[in-house]
């Protein structure tokens, strides 16, 4: 494995530079001083973050060579021999259907990526388990073949460095002769590759599924990544072997002939390889392998592996392959140190003017307190007045109602059209015990009272919905009033937490702020409307331009006074008993003119009704007020929170002003240290690009190569 020290130590060189301008970019960090002989650090969290990623990718190998070729060919024992030890259990490989990517990890575990996402930037799906899981879950079933068919490929994590340490990623994939999707994974894979690892099972070479993959993904390519192993090769007689030899070399021949015509005899014999994986595991593995005459050791030496393994090394380190790895990085790092420079100047800016402008900033806000706080009482009165006119509003209308049912309840039941014999009046009296019996002959005078209110307290519901909507249009005149009132202060103050209250947290919706520029925000009035806890879709039908906000407001108050009346008023049992004793007293007074029965009877429930309607009245409001009462806190909610935020503030400016008054000092510390930072990271560019490309950078090509 000599042949990758210049890769590692590339590798090594590449990662420490990477850490270094991590440190730089990342939060303050006084341990580190000791390192450094400063404090590293510009608060620039994304930009390390990033950083951090890639690093994390770099651990896992910067080489990635895909193993594929027939099932049964050993795959998976060639790839453990590699590895020296047997980490592709037949539970992983031999057992499943799926890519399976080998690479360094501190403990041993499993990713499984579901298809149907970017799984480099890390949007698919994941699940992590350990082997045992993947075992019990991802095992062949025949019962269930298609329990692969969401799985896109899985990531073993290993703890043991392995083959050329952290450098290579081994990728074993199904065989050649799987689905078409499973193929077409592996192609993607191969895509990507390093070097492409083709094995052949020697006992059965070539067969149809062999020759139709060879020809349709290596012949006539000129893919000199390509490698192809002939393993079981000490399975075959002596004969056998010198067959499959010149078999290999018919079957390959377009793969090494160029657009010439011409047979490449080095890179065929630099490619091609006859191996006994099996026992070549087991020498390096220090086992030893039954034999007729006993237990034997394995010689690794006349396995072929070796040959294959030094040959597969010097292929991925040269031509500068490793350095392909990381050219990559230098745009995006030459990126991050200009974002790294115009954090300096705005923090060394923030140090020179930062004194003078927070006082005046301070000045500002103090000359705006007093207007800021009569805005927010003024937003609360609105909420209030609002309120108490509603419900005036309603308790007249309800006044208003109940007098027009007092003043007509007469004249409305006087020629009533219910035929109510003399017969009917005794059969009452006499089944009054009858409940059932007593329902059905007293159903069409209930149902006569019933509708009669309905139809009065839906008259009340017409008007009082107008009342309602006039107050309401005063309230939202008056916020537009207030927000413009606080957008024309210009002070840095955000409602954004009320969109939590408004929404749930809804995706889809613009930021919340004073202004409200964006047409899909939310102005101050659909916020506070929204707090009240109406139905979703009401609110958001608002903000959205369907239904104005007002209208949905109206729509959902009145909607629950009528539900309230229908439920507590209306719905009541119209007083059966009240209709049986009615009738009673006509019987023993003998009243039996013929067309006043039904209408006496309904004029003389006026009294009782009335009362009950009266009786309920007081409720109702109730009712209404606490429907409203959610307008009130919403108020109370935004000013609370916008006085929360006045007081963090003034909080923050004076403890800013404080601490830099305090640390006159702080501009020539910042200075020198920023310094340093810009220093640091302008070397560690230029020793990547010194390393890759065999050139230092000046600031100035630094600057060009992010752009």
Same mark, same amino acid.
């Given at each position: 494995?000599?042949?990758?020290?210049?890769?590692?130590?590339?590798?090594?060189?590449?990662?420490?530079?990477?850490?270094?301008?991590?440190?730089?970019?990342?939060?303050?960090?006084?341990?580190?001083?000791?390192?450094?002989? @400063?404090?590293?650090?510009?608060?620039?969290?994304?930009?390390?973050?990033?950083?951090?990623?890639?690093?994390?990718?770099?651990?896992?190998?910067?080489?990635?060579?895909?193993?594929?070729?027939?099932?049964?060919?050993?795959?998976?024992?060639?790839?453990?021999?590699?590895?020296?030890?047997?980490?592709?259990?037949?539970?992983?490989?031999?057992?499943?259907?799926?890519?399976?990517?080998?690479?360094?990890?501190?403990?041993?575990?499993?990713?499984?990526?579901?298809?149907?996402?970017?799984?480099?930037?890390?949007?698919?799906?994941?699940?992590?388990?350990?082997?045992?899981?993947?075992?019990?879950?991802?095992?062949?079933?025949?019962?269930?073949?298609?329990?692969?068919?969401?799985?896109? =490929?899985?990531?073993?994590?290993? $703890?043991?460095?392995?083959?050329?340490?952290?450098?290579?990623?081994?990728?074993?994939?199904?065989?050649?002769?799987?689905?078409?999707?499973?193929?077409?994974?592996?192609?993607?894979?191969?895509?990507?590759?390093?070097?492409?690892?083709?094995?052949?099972?020697?006992?059965? $070479?070539?067969?149809?599924?062999?020759?139709?993959?060879?020809?349709?993904?290596? &012949? *006539?390519?000129?893919?000199?990544?390509?490698?192809?192993?002939?393993?079981?090769?000490?399975?075959?007689?002596?004969?056998?072997?010198?067959?499959?030899?010149?078999?290999?070399? @018919?079957?390959?021949?377009?793969?090494?002939?160029?657009?010439?015509?011409? @047979?490449?005899?080095?890179?065929?014999?630099?490619?091609?390889? =006859?191996?006994?994986?099996?026992?070549?595991?087991?020498?390096?593995?220090?086992?030893?392998?039954?034999?007729?005459?006993?237990?034997?050791?394995?010689?690794?030496?006349?396995?072929?592996?070796?040959?294959?393994?030094?040959?597969?090394?010097?292929?991925?380190?040269?031509?500068?392959?490793?350095?392909?790895? !990381?050219?990559?990085?230098?745009?995006?790092?030459?990126?991050?140190?200009?974002?790294?420079?115009?954090?300096?100047?705005?923090?060394?800016?923030? =140090?020179?003017?930062?004194?003078?402008?927070?006082?005046?900033?301070?000045?500002?806000?103090?000359?705006?307190?007093?207007?800021?706080?009569?805005?927010?009482?003024?937003?609360?009165?609105?909420?209030?007045?609002?309120?108490?006119?509603?419900?005036?509003?309603?308790? &007249?209308?309800?006044?208003?109602?109940?007098?027009?049912?007092?003043?007509? #309840?007469?004249?409305?039941?006087?020629?009533?059209?219910?035929? !109510?014999?003399?017969?009917?009046?005794?059969?009452?009296?006499?089944?009054?015990?009858?409940?059932?019996?007593?329902?059905?002959?007293?159903?069409?005078?209930?149902?006569?009272?019933?509708?009669?209110?309905?139809?009065?307290?839906?008259?009340?519901?017409?008007?009082?919905?107008?009342?309602?909507?006039?107050?309401?249009? +005063?309230?939202?005149?008056?916020?537009?009033?207030?927000?413009?009132?606080?957008?024309?202060?210009?002070?840095?103050?955000?409602?954004?937490?009320?969109?939590?209250?408004?929404?749930?947290?809804?995706?889809?919706?613009?930021?919340?702020?004073?202004?409200?520029?964006?047409?899909?925000?939310? *102005?101050?009035?659909?916020?506070?409307?929204?707090?009240?806890?109406?139905?979703?879709?009401?609110?958001?039908?608002?903000?959205?331009?369907?239904?104005?906000?007002?209208?949905?407001?109206?729509?959902?108050?009145?909607?629950?006074?009528?539900?309230?009346?229908?439920?507590?008023?209306?719905? #009541?049992?119209?007083?059966?008993?009240?209709?049986?004793?009615?009738?009673?007293?006509?019987?023993?007074?003998?009243?039996?003119?013929?067309?006043?029965?039904?209408?006496?009877?309904?004029?003389?429930?006026?009294?009782?009704?009335?009362?009950?309607?009266?009786?309920?009245?007081?409720?109702?409001?109730?009712?209404?007020? *606490?429907?409203?009462?959610?307008?009130?806190?919403?108020?109370?909610?935004?000013?609370? %929170?916008?006085?929360?935020?006045?007081?963090?503030?003034?909080?923050?400016?004076?403890?800013?002003? %404080?601490?830099?008054?305090?640390? &006159?000092? *702080?501009?020539? +510390?910042? +200075?020198?240290?920023?310094?340093?930072?810009?220093?640091?990271?302008?070397?560690?560019?230029?020793?990547?690009?010194?390393?890759?490309?065999?050139?230092?950078?000046?600031?100035?090509?630094?600057?060009?190569?992010?752009?």
């Amino acid at each position: 494995m000599d042949n990758y020290e210049k890769s590692k130590e590339l590798s090594q060189k590449m990662q420490s530079c990477l850490r270094i301008y991590a440190d730089m970019l990342g939060p303050l960090a006084p341990e580190k001083e000791k390192i450094y002989g @400063f404090v590293p650090g510009l608060q620039l969290s994304i930009e390390k973050q990033t950083l951090e990623k890639q690093l994390d990718k770099l651990e896992e190998g910067i080489f990635q060579v895909l193993f594929t070729g027939g099932f049964n060919a050993g795959k998976s024992t060639l790839l453990n021999s590699l590895m020296r030890k047997e980490i592709l259990r037949a539970a992983i490989t031999a057992e499943t259907a799926v890519i399976t990517k080998i690479v360094f990890g501190q403990d041993e575990s499993i990713t499984v990526y579901m298809k149907g996402g970017d799984n480099r930037s890390g949007s698919a799906e994941s699940v992590e388990m350990n082997v045992q899981e993947f075992f019990e879950k991802y095992r062949v079933d025949q019962k269930d073949p298609g329990k692969f068919e969401k799985v896109d =490929y899985v990531v073993l994590h290993q $703890p043991e460095e392995g083959i050329a340490g952290k450098l290579v990623q081994l990728v074993d994939s199904p065989g050649t002769e799987n689905s078409i999707v499973d193929t077409q994974a592996a192609r993607r894979f191969a895509e990507s590759a390093n070097a492409i690892v083709h094995l052949i099972n020697s006992t059965m $070479p070539f067969i149809q599924e062999d020759k139709e993959y060879i020809a349709s993904h290596y &012949s *006539n390519k000129q893919m000199r990544n390509v490698f192809f192993v002939c393993n079981r090769f000490d399975s075959l007689s002596e004969s056998a072997q010198e067959d499959l030899k010149k078999a290999v070399r @018919f079957q390959l021949k377009d793969v090494f002939t160029d657009k010439d015509g011409r @047979f490449d005899e080095e890179l065929f014999n630099s490619r091609v390889f =006859y191996t006994d994986a099996y026992h070549s595991l087991y020498a390096r593995l220090g086992k030893k392998v039954k034999t007729p005459y006993g237990m034997m050791e394995c010689s690794d030496d006349i396995t072929g592996v070796p040959e294959f393994e030094k040959s597969l090394g010097e292929y991925l380190t040269d031509d500068d392959r490793d350095k392909e790895a !990381f050219r990559g990085y230098m745009s995006q790092l030459a990126g991050k140190y200009v974002s790294a420079v115009n954090r300096i100047d705005n923090i060394l800016d923030n =140090y020179r003017k930062g004194v003078e402008k927070l006082i005046e900033e301070k000045e500002d806000f103090e000359g705006k307190k007093d207007q800021l706080g009569m805005i927010i009482s003024q937003i609360e009165e609105s909420c209030r007045n609002c309120v108490f006119g509603i419900v005036s509003s309603a308790k &007249s209308e309800y006044n208003s109602t109940m007098n027009r049912i007092n003043t007509g #309840w007469d004249n409305h039941f006087k020629n009533t059209s219910i035929k !109510f014999g003399f017969g009917d009046m005794i059969g009452l009296a006499w089944d009054k015990k009858n409940d059932a019996k007593v329902k059905e002959r007293t159903k069409p005078f209930a149902d006569e009272v019933q509708k009669y209110v309905k139809d009065e307290f839906k008259v009340m519901g017409e008007d009082l919905s107008r009342s309602i909507d006039a107050y309401l249009k +005063t309230l939202e005149r008056q916020l537009s009033i207030q927000q413009a009132q606080l957008e024309g202060l210009e002070l840095p103050i955000s409602i954004d937490d009320l969109r939590w209250a408004l929404l749930g947290g809804a995706e889809g919706h613009g930021t919340i702020d004073i202004k409200g520029t964006d047409k899909n925000d939310a *102005n101050l009035f659909q916020i506070i409307m929204g707090i009240i806890g109406m139905d979703p879709e009401i609110i958001a039908g608002g903000i959205n331009g369907k239904t104005s906000t007002s209208k949905a407001i109206v729509d959902f108050l009145v909607k629950n006074v009528m539900e309230y009346i229908a439920w507590y008023v209306v719905a #009541w049992p119209i007083g059966i008993g009240m209709i049986v004793y009615r009738i009673a007293n006509m019987v023993k007074g003998m009243k039996l003119q013929k067309n006043s029965r039904a209408a006496d009877i309904l004029i003389g429930m006026r009294e009782e009704t009335v009362g009950v309607l009266e009786t309920e009245q007081d409720r109702y409001i109730m009712e209404l007020e *606490n429907q409203l009462a959610a307008v009130t806190r919403a108020g109370v909610t935004m000013t609370d %929170s916008i006085r929360s935020q006045v007081g963090d503030y003034e909080t923050s400016l004076d403890d800013t002003i %404080s601490k830099l008054k305090n640390q &006159s000092e *702080n501009l020539e +510390t910042e +200075t020198e240290r920023t310094g340093k930072i810009k220093e640091l990271l302008q070397k560690s560019i230029s020793e990547m690009n010194q390393m890759l490309n065999n050139a230092p950078l000046t600031e100035s090509e630094i600057l060009k190569l992010a752009v």
